[in-house]
Protein backbone atom coordinates (compact mmCIF):
# COMPACT_ATOMS: atom_id res chain seq x y z
CA UNK A 1 0.00 0.00 0.00
CA UNK A 2 1.43 3.01 -1.26
CA UNK A 3 2.38 6.08 2.09
CA UNK A 4 -0.89 8.55 1.62
CA UNK A 5 0.19 11.76 -0.16
CA UNK A 6 -0.63 15.33 1.65
CA UNK A 7 -2.77 18.43 -0.08
CA UNK A 8 -0.27 20.43 -1.86
CA UNK A 9 1.80 23.94 -0.93
CA UNK A 10 3.42 24.63 -4.31
CA UNK A 11 1.28 27.24 -5.45
CA UNK A 12 1.66 28.69 -1.72
CA UNK A 13 5.17 28.61 -1.87
CA UNK A 14 5.47 30.47 -5.51
CA UNK A 15 3.38 33.06 -4.36
CA UNK A 16 5.68 33.78 -1.38
CA UNK A 17 8.54 33.36 -3.45
CA UNK A 18 7.12 35.82 -6.29
CA UNK A 19 6.04 38.57 -3.69
CA UNK A 20 7.69 37.94 -0.32
CA UNK A 21 11.22 35.93 -0.30
CA UNK A 22 11.57 37.34 2.76
CA UNK A 23 8.47 35.80 4.30
CA UNK A 24 9.20 32.40 2.31
CA UNK A 25 12.50 32.30 4.11
CA UNK A 26 11.11 32.80 7.68
CA UNK A 27 8.56 29.78 6.86
CA UNK A 28 11.41 28.00 5.83
CA UNK A 29 12.97 28.62 8.97
CA UNK A 30 9.99 27.69 10.88
CA UNK A 31 8.93 24.47 9.56
CA UNK A 32 12.01 22.87 8.73
CA UNK A 33 10.05 19.30 8.60
CA UNK A 34 8.70 20.91 5.24
CA UNK A 35 12.00 21.55 3.60
CA UNK A 36 11.58 19.78 0.37
CA UNK A 37 8.12 21.09 -0.21
CA UNK A 38 9.11 24.67 0.80
CA UNK A 39 11.95 24.81 -1.46
CA UNK A 40 9.01 24.49 -4.26
CA UNK A 41 8.26 22.36 -7.23
CA UNK A 42 7.04 19.96 -4.89
CA UNK A 43 3.31 19.25 -5.01
CA UNK A 44 3.14 16.62 -1.93
CA UNK A 45 4.57 15.48 0.73
CA UNK A 46 4.30 12.73 3.35
CA UNK A 47 0.93 12.91 5.00
CA UNK A 48 0.65 12.75 9.04
CA UNK A 49 -1.42 14.87 11.58
CA UNK A 50 1.49 17.14 12.81
CA UNK A 51 2.55 17.51 8.77
CA UNK A 52 -0.87 18.37 7.79
CA UNK A 53 -1.19 21.50 10.29
CA UNK A 54 2.23 22.58 9.83
CA UNK A 55 0.92 23.25 5.67
CA UNK A 56 -1.98 24.69 7.16
CA UNK A 57 -0.33 27.02 9.29
CA UNK A 58 2.14 27.68 5.76
CA UNK A 59 -0.95 28.43 3.97
CA UNK A 60 -2.06 30.81 6.13
CA UNK A 61 1.08 32.87 6.33
CA UNK A 62 0.83 32.54 2.53
CA UNK A 63 -3.17 33.43 2.43
CA UNK A 64 -2.35 36.81 4.72
CA UNK A 65 0.81 38.05 2.11
CA UNK A 66 -1.72 37.55 -0.37
CA UNK A 67 -4.27 39.42 0.73
CA UNK A 68 -2.03 41.93 2.29
CA UNK A 69 -0.12 42.48 -1.59
CA UNK A 70 -3.70 42.29 -3.26
CA UNK A 71 -4.75 45.28 -0.80
CA UNK A 72 -2.21 47.46 -1.95
CA UNK A 73 -2.25 46.86 -5.93
CA UNK A 74 -6.11 47.07 -5.33
CA UNK A 75 -5.49 50.70 -4.17
CA UNK A 76 -3.20 51.59 -6.48
CA UNK A 77 -5.85 49.90 -9.55
CA UNK A 78 -8.81 52.37 -8.10
CA UNK A 79 -6.71 55.00 -8.27
CA UNK A 80 -5.66 54.36 -12.05
CA UNK A 81 -9.48 53.81 -12.79
CA UNK A 82 -10.52 57.10 -11.16
CA UNK A 83 -7.76 59.12 -13.22
CA UNK A 84 -8.63 57.39 -16.65
CA UNK A 85 -12.49 58.19 -16.03
CA UNK A 86 -11.14 61.63 -15.21
CA UNK A 87 -9.29 61.61 -18.52
CA UNK A 88 -12.08 60.40 -20.49
CA UNK A 89 -14.71 62.91 -18.81
CA UNK A 90 -11.97 65.91 -20.08
CA UNK A 91 -11.72 63.78 -23.67
CA UNK A 92 -15.47 63.88 -23.87
CA UNK A 93 -15.92 67.57 -22.70
CA UNK A 94 -13.28 68.92 -25.21
CA UNK A 95 -15.05 66.77 -28.24
CA UNK A 96 -18.45 68.49 -27.61
CA UNK A 97 -16.84 72.08 -26.99
CA UNK A 98 -14.94 71.58 -30.57
CA UNK A 99 -17.93 70.05 -32.25
CA UNK A 100 -21.23 72.26 -30.40
CA UNK A 101 -20.96 75.28 -32.75
CA UNK A 102 -18.88 77.04 -29.98
CA UNK A 103 -15.98 78.01 -31.97
CA UNK A 104 -17.62 79.03 -34.93
CA UNK A 105 -19.68 81.27 -33.07
CA UNK A 106 -16.90 83.25 -31.70
CA UNK A 107 -16.41 84.84 -35.16
CA UNK A 108 -12.91 83.13 -35.73
CA UNK A 109 -11.93 83.27 -39.37
CA UNK A 110 -12.10 79.70 -41.30
CA UNK A 111 -7.99 79.23 -41.01
CA UNK A 112 -8.20 79.42 -37.33
CA UNK A 113 -11.38 77.86 -36.73
CA UNK A 114 -10.13 74.77 -38.54
CA UNK A 115 -6.81 74.75 -36.66
CA UNK A 116 -8.45 75.48 -33.34
CA UNK A 117 -10.74 72.52 -34.03
CA UNK A 118 -8.15 70.16 -35.23
CA UNK A 119 -5.98 70.95 -32.27
CA UNK A 120 -9.03 70.11 -29.82
CA UNK A 121 -9.56 67.25 -31.58
CA UNK A 122 -6.02 65.80 -31.13
CA UNK A 123 -6.12 66.84 -27.21
CA UNK A 124 -9.62 65.01 -27.19
CA UNK A 125 -7.23 62.11 -29.23
CA UNK A 126 -4.91 61.92 -26.60
CA UNK A 127 -7.08 61.83 -23.50
CA UNK A 128 -8.79 58.84 -24.62
CA UNK A 129 -5.06 57.73 -25.34
CA UNK A 130 -4.06 57.96 -21.68
CA UNK A 131 -7.34 56.40 -20.34
CA UNK A 132 -6.81 53.26 -22.81
CA UNK A 133 -3.59 52.98 -21.58
CA UNK A 134 -4.32 53.33 -17.63
CA UNK A 135 -6.84 50.82 -18.20
CA UNK A 136 -4.83 48.09 -19.63
CA UNK A 137 -2.94 45.85 -18.00
CA UNK A 138 0.79 45.23 -18.98
CA UNK A 139 0.68 41.33 -19.13
CA UNK A 140 -1.09 40.07 -22.35
CA UNK A 141 -4.20 38.53 -22.02
CA UNK A 142 -4.78 39.63 -18.69
CA UNK A 143 -7.96 42.01 -19.12
CA UNK A 144 -8.29 45.26 -18.12
CA UNK A 145 -7.79 47.16 -14.74
CA UNK A 146 -11.76 46.36 -13.98
CA UNK A 147 -11.96 42.74 -14.54
CA UNK A 148 -8.61 42.44 -12.85
CA UNK A 149 -10.06 44.89 -9.71
CA UNK A 150 -13.16 42.52 -10.04
CA UNK A 151 -11.44 38.99 -9.68
CA UNK A 152 -9.00 40.11 -7.37
CA UNK A 153 -11.33 41.73 -5.03
CA UNK A 154 -13.07 38.75 -4.62
CA UNK A 155 -10.41 36.41 -4.60
CA UNK A 156 -8.98 38.73 -1.34
CA UNK A 157 -12.04 38.34 0.14
CA UNK A 158 -11.73 34.05 -0.06
CA UNK A 159 -8.48 34.18 1.08
CA UNK A 160 -9.38 36.36 4.24
CA UNK A 161 -12.21 33.96 5.31
CA UNK A 162 -10.41 30.76 4.34
CA UNK A 163 -7.42 31.80 6.52
CA UNK A 164 -9.89 32.31 9.43
CA UNK A 165 -11.46 28.74 8.63
CA UNK A 166 -7.58 27.14 8.49
CA UNK A 167 -6.77 29.07 11.79
CA UNK A 168 -10.00 27.47 13.42
CA UNK A 169 -9.16 24.07 11.78
CA UNK A 170 -5.54 24.00 13.16
CA UNK A 171 -6.00 25.50 16.58
CA UNK A 172 -8.84 22.51 17.06
CA UNK A 173 -6.53 19.70 15.16
CA UNK A 174 -9.88 19.16 12.44
CA UNK A 175 -10.25 15.83 10.87
CA UNK A 176 -7.49 15.24 8.38
CA UNK A 177 -9.76 14.62 5.50
CA UNK A 178 -11.45 18.43 6.26
CA UNK A 179 -7.54 20.30 6.76
CA UNK A 180 -6.41 18.51 3.28
CA UNK A 181 -9.59 20.21 1.80
CA UNK A 182 -9.43 23.42 3.09
CA UNK A 183 -5.13 22.96 2.57
CA UNK A 184 -6.07 22.07 -1.31
CA UNK A 185 -8.37 24.94 -1.58
CA UNK A 186 -6.41 27.54 -0.20
CA UNK A 187 -3.45 25.98 -2.20
CA UNK A 188 -5.45 27.04 -5.66
CA UNK A 189 -6.20 30.36 -4.12
CA UNK A 190 -3.04 31.21 -4.10
CA UNK A 191 -2.18 30.56 -7.47
CA UNK A 192 -5.21 32.24 -8.56
CA UNK A 193 -4.05 35.57 -6.36
CA UNK A 194 -0.38 35.69 -7.78
CA UNK A 195 -1.75 35.70 -11.06
CA UNK A 196 -4.07 38.73 -10.38
CA UNK A 197 -0.95 40.39 -8.24
CA UNK A 198 1.49 40.09 -10.88
CA UNK A 199 -0.92 41.55 -13.25
CA UNK A 200 -2.11 44.42 -11.51
CA UNK A 201 1.55 45.20 -10.24
CA UNK A 202 2.61 44.66 -14.23
CA UNK A 203 6.57 44.76 -13.97
CA UNK A 204 7.14 47.28 -10.60
CA UNK A 205 9.76 45.32 -8.43
CA UNK A 206 8.21 43.39 -5.25
CA UNK A 207 8.88 45.50 -1.90
CA UNK A 208 8.12 43.65 1.31
Avoid at 145 to 173: N, W
Amino acid sequence: MGQQRSAPINEAVHLLKMNAPGELQKVRADFPQLSRELAGGLEGGESSDNLDLDRGLVMIRALNVATKKAGNELASVRERMSASKTHRLWAQIVTLFGGSGVLAGLAIDQPKLTLATAILTLIASLGNLMADRMETLLQPGSGNIYEAHDRASSAAYKAELLSAELGLLVKHKADKEELSQAVAAANALCEELNKWIAAMKGGRPTTE
